[in-house]
């Protein structure tokens, strides 16, 4: 029985922390060393104590077939002992960092703490013969995964409510992908250093990183929700004008509504999306964007319709004002794409004829008065009040006079300025 015990204490290996506890953090593999560590001591301390020399010697005189297993098993003691005790000496350098990344309290805290982690771990691979390997680092990293997604989840926890608006959980789920992604960023700065310290012992790929990854896959899920949201929130109290103004208003609305109602159904499929398994969010989420592609279609086909009655080119650039935040989504670039053609089509025309109206005044901005020395409009050249000059622009009487008297007058403010602006169209 006595033996038994102990080999249930050498059978012990810290890959066992994640089929106990899935979500454990790196503490827990520095506290399971430190345990061992005692156990074994406590062990060692027994198997060197003159009661069980003295019971060895008895075996060894008497020729007993449990002399050779018990010597055995006093040195596998002994060489477990030795490797706990490593283990739970360098595992201790990790102790400070990892006390700083449980205490942050926000993303500047967690990000902060990042780099003496794998600082520390890379002197830990660098001197510990256990963690010199690929396994037991890759166990740590996967735990350490494990803390930074925890610590993402209770930020987005507090910060994210029902009422939050969508532009603001927008930019809290950014600030932690952004936060979360730094640590894996560092850890190919720290992995390529490794690398080129001993290339035959390369550290793991960034599969370790799989809970985290995870995480952040159910982040980038919630903002593209809350992205979409806040584009369809542009929809309310949207009034389109044309002849089928009030009908595609009234189709606006009910998009509204069905992508809200979506959205409900979403949310109340997983109340909370970031610890929902993947076999209940996975499939209302899916439900979710193939609406979502539905009424985009919809309304690509609106918009569509709105442009084609648009009357002019400012109506239609008033248009792209209003749907300017949805001008990102997919279904409706492509239909976005024709009306760009036409809008700049129409736009260009307008070029054309404002230039072929200066061009045609530009050798005389001055309208011909026929010597009557009144302006265009009949009023008398010693009045203050504007003229049109080259069909565009409307400067004062005593500048046209200007124009006529000194050759070089275009050369002078204002003139010089409007036709300078002019000629850039």
Not at 316 to 342: D, N, S
Request: aromatic content about 6%.
């Amino acid at each position: 029985s006595w033996g038994r015990q102990i080999r249930a204490i050498l059978q012990q290996q810290p890959e066992a922390i994640l089929e106990q506890r899935p979500l454990a953090g790196p503490r827990g593999e520095v506290e399971f060393w430190r345990r061992k560590a005692a156990h074994l001591a406590s062990l060692r301390t027994q198997l060197r104590g003159d009661p069980m020399r003295r019971v060895l010697r008895v075996l060894e005189v008497t020729k007993s077939s449990q002399h050779p297993p018990l010597l055995r098993l006093a040195r596998e003691v002994e060489a477990a002992y030795s490797e706990a005790e490593e283990s739970a000496r360098y595992l201790g350098a990790l102790q400070p960092p990892i006390v700083a990344l449980d205490a942050s309290e926000g993303l500047d805290d967690l990000v902060a703490a990042f780099r003496p982690l794998l600082h520390s771990l890379l002197l830990v691979w660098r001197h510990s013969r256990a963690y010199h390997s690929s396994t037991r680092l890759s166990h740590l990293l996967c735990l350490v995964s494990n803390a930074v997604a925890a610590k993402g989840r209770a930020h987005l926890n507090s910060t994210l409510h029902a009422t939050t608006p969508p532009t603001e959980a927008a930019a809290a789920l950014g600030s932690t992908l952004r936060a979360c992604g730094t640590l894996k960023a560092l850890y190919f700065e720290y992995r390529s250093a490794a690398f080129e310290e001993r290339p035959d012992r390369p550290w793991p790929t960034p599969q370790v990183f799989r809970p985290l990854d995870m995480f952040l896959e159910r982040c980038h899920d919630q903002l593209h929700v809350s992205r979409t949201a806040a584009q369809y929130e542009t929809l309310h109290g949207v009034e389109l004008g044309g002849q089928s103004g009030r009908a595609l208003s009234a189709r606006l609305v009910q998009l509204s509504a069905a992508f809200a109602s979506a959205r409900s159904a979403l949310s109340s499929s997983s109340p909370d999306p970031l610890a929902a398994p993947a076999e209940t969010f996975d499939p209302a989420f899916c439900a979710f964007r193939a609406a979502v592609k539905s009424l985009d279609r919809q309304l690509a086909c609106i918009i569509g319709q709105a442009f084609d009655e648009a009357q002019s080119s400012e109506a239609a650039l008033a248009l792209l004002e209003v749907f300017e935040p949805l001008l990102e989504r997919e279904f409706l670039q492509a239909e976005l794409e024709r009306v760009h053609i036409a809008l700049l089509a129409d736009y260009a025309a307008d070029l054309q004829q404002v230039r072929a109206i200066f061009d045609a005044t530009t050798d005389d901005p001055a309208c011909d008065t026929g010597g009557r020395g009144e302006d265009c409009e009949g009023h008398s050249q010693g009045d203050t009040a504007s003229e049109p000059v080259g069909g565009l622009f409307a400067l004062p009487t005593q500048s046209s006079q200007l124009l006529r008297a000194v050759p070089h007058a275009r050369l002078m403010p204002p003139v010089a300025a409007s036709l300078h602006w002019s000629r850039g169209l």
